[in-house]
Nanobody
């Protein structure tokens, strides 16, 4: 059974940084692309960042480009989201997700989410 567990959320002030982690179990982590999403109250679900199975390709939403960095450590079965210069509009529940199939982007498995709150 595939499980994803996020951690690292919290309450910070505008301009601060946080690093989110998502650890996967139940299969060979290094074969699967990963993504980070967020959802704020009253807003649509947004894909924030994604990374290929090898780590060589990344994607960022325009809203976070230049501030967030996605990375992965395949030896630790973990994907990270480094968030710098946080803004109040970054406040949301952040989820990591991955696909059923190897080497493709898709989001069939989800973690439980971690809350990020940025105060002004």
């Amino acid at each position: 059974q595939v499980q994803l567990v996020e951690s690292g959320g919290g309450l910070v002030q505008a301009g601060d940084s946080l690093r989110l982690s998502c650890t996967t179990s139940g299969r060979t982590f290094s074969l699967y692309n990963m993504g980070w999403f967020r959802q704020a109250p009253g807003k649509e679900h947004e894909r924030v960042a994604a990374i290929s199975w090898s780590g060589t390709a990344t994607y960022y939403a325009d809203s976070v480009k230049g501030r967030f960095t996605i990375s992965r450590d395949n030896a630790k079965n973990t994907v990270y989201l480094q968030m710098n210069n946080l803004k109040p509009e970054d406040t949301a529940v952040y989820y990591c997700a991955t696909s059923k199939a190897a080497y493709v982007y898709g989001y069939d498995y989800w973690g439980q989410g971690t809350q990020v709150t940025v105060s002004s």
